[in-house]
C-alpha cells in the first residue's frame, strides 16, 4: 500500500536521466511499475533531446522533458518547479542532475552507483560490491522507495511509432530484405575496447549467409564505414542501415530481427526493449556493473580473464594490448548462439 506521504494525493513523479541509450532504456521497469501501482499520478521525465525518440511513444509517461544543448537547465529548472512534485527521482545522479536537484528544490531521492567498489573491482580485481547488489534496473528503485513499488521481472521497453515502423518495413522491402529469417548486426560501440574484431563480424556475415539468414546492420554515423564492409561481407543478403535511421527507426528494425548481435552498447538494450533476442559480447566490462541484458532472451559471451575489468565503459586501446576479451570469443561460437537464440 502507498504510505501515509502519498495516500492523500495521488503522486506527481518527477525522474530524471539525462543519458545514454542503454542507461535510459534501462529506467523503464521502474517507470512501468509506478504506473501500474498508480495509473492517475503525473509520471514526467527530463532527458537530453537527443535521447526523446527512446521514451516519446512509451505511455507509462505523461509528458517527457527534453534539454536541448543550446538550453539553459535552469530555464527547464523553471518550467519543472511549476508542477511542485511529490517525488523527484534522480536517476543519473551526474553533476548535472545534481544542480537541477538545486534548482528545483524538493524530495530528492537517488540510488547507489557503488562507485567505490566498481573502482576497486576495476583496480584489483577483487569484487567488493554488497552481496546480493542487483543490476541497474533494480538498483533504479532505490530512488522510488516509499512508493511500494517492486520490480516485476519483466525486460525494458522501448515503444515505437507507427511511422518508424512503416519507414523500417518499407526499407527492408526496398532492398529484397526478410524474405528469410532476418538477423541484426551492430559492429559499433563508442569506445574501442568494446568493439568485436572487424574482421570477425564480416566472417560471421559470410557464414549467416549461407547459413539462410538476411542481414541487416545497425548503428549511428559513425559506425557506417564498418558497417558497410560488414554488409558487402554479406553481399545481396545484407544491407547497411547505420546513420541512415534515427532511434525510433533502428528500434523498428531491430524488432523485425529474429536475433541481434552486439558488443555492451545501448544498441544491446534497444534489441531487448523490442522483444528480440540478442547475443551480446562483453569484453572489457563485467556482470558486476550491472548492465548486462536484463530479463530478455539472451546469451553473453565473455571470457574470465584475470585483466578483465579493465575499464569502467571502454577505452582507446587494450591496456596490455592483446584484447583478449574479445578476440578470443570466435565467429563460428557467435553464430551458433545466434541461431539457437532464433530457434534455427
Not at 114 to 130: C, D, F, G, M, W
Request: proline share 8%; aromatic share 6%; hydrophobic share 45%.
Amino acid at each position: 500500500m502507498p504510505d501515509a506521504t502519498t495516500a492523500a494525493v495521488e503522486p506527481r513523479i518527477l525522474a530524471v536521466r539525462f543519458s545514454s541509450i542503454g542507461d535510459i532504456l534501462l529506467t523503464t521497469p521502474l517507470l512501468r511499475a509506478l504506473r501500474l501501482r498508480y495509473p492517475a499520478a503525473r509520471i514526467d521525465l527530463v532527458t537530453r533531446r537527443s535521447f526523446r525518440p527512446l521514451l516519446a511513444d512509451n505511455p507509462r509517461i505523461d509528458t517527457v522533458f527534453d534539454l536541448g544543448p543550446e538550453e539553459r537547465l535552469a530555464t527547464l529548472a523553471a518550467t519543472l518547479r511549476a508542477t511542485n512534485y511529490t517525488h523527484l527521482l534522480d536517476l543519473h545522479g551526474s553533476l548535472r542532475s545534481r544542480t537541477l536537484r538545486l534548482l528545483v528544490p524538493g524530495p530528492w531521492r537517488g540510488y547507489s552507483k557503488h562507485r567505490v567498489a566498481r573502482a576497486l573491482l576495476i583496480r584489483t580485481k577483487v569484487n567488493r560490491y554488497p552481496p546480493g547488489t542487483p543490476p541497474v534496473p533494480e538498483r533504479y528503485f532505490a530512488a522510488a522507495r516509499g512508493l511500494g513499488l517492486r520490480p516485476d521481472g519483466g525486460p525494458p521497453e522501448f515503444f515505437l511509432s507507427a511511422a518508424a515502423e512503416a519507414e523500417a518495413a518499407a526499407w527492408l522491402a526496398a532492398r529484397g530484405l526478410g524474405g528469410r529469417p532476418l538477423i541484426a548486426l551492430a559492429p559499433g560501440a563508442a569506445h574501442a575496447t568494446k568493439r568485436w574484431p572487424s574482421e570477425y563480424w564480416r566472417d560471421l556475415a559470410r557464414s549467416l549467409v549461407a547459413q539462410g539468414r538476411d542481414l541487416v546492420v545497425v548503428g549511428g554515423a559513425e559506425d557506417a564505414a564498418v558497417a558497410r564492409e560488414v554488409a558487402a561481407a554479406a553481399r545481396l543478403a545484407g544491407a547497411s542501415a547505420a546513420g541512415e535511421f534515427g532511434l525510433q527507426g533502428t528500434g523498428a528494425l531491430l524488432r523485425r530481427a529474429t536475433v541481434a548481435i552486439s558488443g555492451d552498447t545501448g544498441v544491446m538494450h534497444m534489441a531487448t526493449g523490442v522483444g528480440t533476442p540478442v547475443v551480446a559480447l562483453f569484453g572489457p566490462t563485467v556482470q558486476a556493473f550491472g548492465f548486462f541484458p536484463y530479463a530478455a532472451r539472451a546469451t553473453v559471451l565473455e571470457r574470465d580473464l584475470p585483466c578483465r575489468p579493465c575499464t569502467r565503459m571502454g577505452g582507446p586501446v587494450c591496456p596490455l594490448g592483446h584484447h583478449h576479451c574479445l578476440r578470443t570469443i570466435l565467429p563460428p561460437e557467435v553464430e551458433a548462439a545466434a541461431l539457437a537464440l532464433a530457434g534455427a
